[in-house]
T-cell receptor, first 115, second 116 residues
Framework: KAGVTQTPRYLIKTRGQQVTLSCSPI?????VSWYQQTPGQGLQFLFE???????NKGNFPGRFSGRQFSNSRSEMNVSTLELGDSALYLC??????????????FGPGTRLLVL | AQTVTQSQPEMSVQEAETVTLSCTYD???????LFWYKQPPSRQMILVIR??????QNATENRFSVNFQKAAKSFSLKISDSQLGDAAMYFC?????????????FGKGTRLHILP
């Protein structure tokens, strides 16, 4: 099976712009989670989607949003970009949700640089 | 709130030697999972090992083993016979077992260097 894919891999934006990142989970996986990774804060949970519904949300401002499509692909959007949004954004998929011990399968990430 | 602390931002070990990465966590729960994830440079993060809190036996996966001290809330990772391919950022993570809505909480990571 193909792994989790994320597009684009690299992105440069300027402050005030918006950006959309895409994640395709492993075939058959229905849960998609997003994380922001920065050197100072490590990995921070953004949100989780399952069956096209947001099931859980981290402590991020409303500028961060996401959605999931019927084929389980997910997008996240960041509006009005700030310098502090520069980070590696990771997507992870799992077959189901509600299984806390389940392995999360991570994508390669999208590295976003905000100038 | 649950927290995960990795007190060693960076570590180095000689190839073929053994190294132990530390992780402590704070929780009032009794049912939970602990994980170690590995993120090699410019490569995808993968699960190294997982431990269920109810299991007293320490998990082992080939050269990777954990020392799970539930009372002390400590979950260290031991890598035996270190190899160059072990160089990576290692993240300790916690997830509560009872609530399906709970998210995974990660530590800030330990960057491991392997010296040839």
């Amino acid at each position: 099976k193909a792994g989790v894919t994320q597009t684009p891999r690299y992105l440069i934006k300027t402050r005030g712009q918006q950006v959309t990142l895409s994640c395709s989970p492993i075939s058959g996986h229905r849960s998609v989670s997003w994380y922001q990774q920065t050197p100072g804060q490590g990995l921070q949970f953004l949100f989780e989607y399952f069956s096209e519904t947001q099931r859980n949300k981290g402590n991020f401002p409303g500028r961060f949003s996401g959605r999931q499509f019927s084929n389980s692909r997910s997008e996240m959007n960041v509006s009005t970009l700030e310098l502090g949004d520069s980070a590696l954004y990771l997507c992870a998929s799992a077959p189901q949700r509600g299984r806390p011990g389940e392995t999360q399968y991570f994508g390669p990430g999208t590295r976003l640089l905000v100038l | 709130a649950q927290t995960v602390t990795q007190s060693q931002p960076e570590m180095s070990v000689q190839e073929a030697e053994t190294v132990t990465l530390s992780c402590t966590y704070d929780t009032s729960e009794s049912d939970y999972y602990l994980f170690w994830y590995k993120q090699p440079p410019s490569r995808q993060m993968i699960l190294v090992i997982r431990q269920e809190a109810y299991k007293q036996q320490n998990a082992t996966e080939n050269r990777f083993s954990v020392n799970f001290q539930k009372a002390a809330k400590s979950f260290s990772l031991k890598i035996s016979d270190s190899q160059l391919g072990d160089a990576a950022m290692y993240f300790c993570a916690y997830r509560r077992g009872m609530n399906r809505d709970d998210k995974i909480i990660f530590g800030k990571g330990t960057r491991l260097h392997i010296l040839p």
